[in-house]
């Protein structure tokens, strides 16, 4: 009887601190800008249609509060296909954002996972 106990109290210890923090976000509007929140930063994503190609801009920061540099990344997205971007944490914090667009049925679908730690970090590689 005392199993069912002990698997309670490793699971509650485990989620006790959050170690990954996840959010999507669907886009379905071309030209439309959509903020995408990732650790304690803001990056802005918007696209454009032509032939049949969805060109994705994505602009973000990174580095440390006063001295952060702005990166700007240009891709075409196919029906089906992903992009993704991984974007390590800096000075104190050590955390790590993984950003993937995916083009679905006309919309692109934006994954944010931000890891907090050393613990979840496969997920944010």
């Known amino acids: 009887m005392k199993y ?3 698997l309670l109290a490793t699971i509650l210890v485990a989620c006790s601190s959050p170690c990954v923090i996840a959010e999507e976000v669907v886009m379905s509007q071309p030209l439309a ?4 929140r990732y650790s304690d930063h803001y990056a802005s994503a918007f696209y454009t249609v032509d032939k049949g190609l969805f ?3 994505l602009a973000f920061t990174t580095g440390m509060e006063g001295d952060q540099q702005l990166i700007r990344q240009r891709f075409q997205l196919e029906e089906g296909q992903t992009y993704r971007l991984s974007i390590g ?7 790590s954002t993984s950003i993937s667009m995916t083009r679905k049925h006309n919309r692109i679908l934006a994954e944010i996972t931000t890891c907090e730690s050393g613990q979840g970090m496969p997920n944010c590689i």
Not at 33 to 36: D, H
Not at 89 to 95: K, Q, S, V
């Open 4 to 6: 069912p106990w002990l």
């Open 33 to 36: 800008a959509t903020t995408l």
């Open 55 to 57: 060109n994705v801009v």
């Open 89 to 95: 944490g800096y000075a104190g914090n050590r955390g």
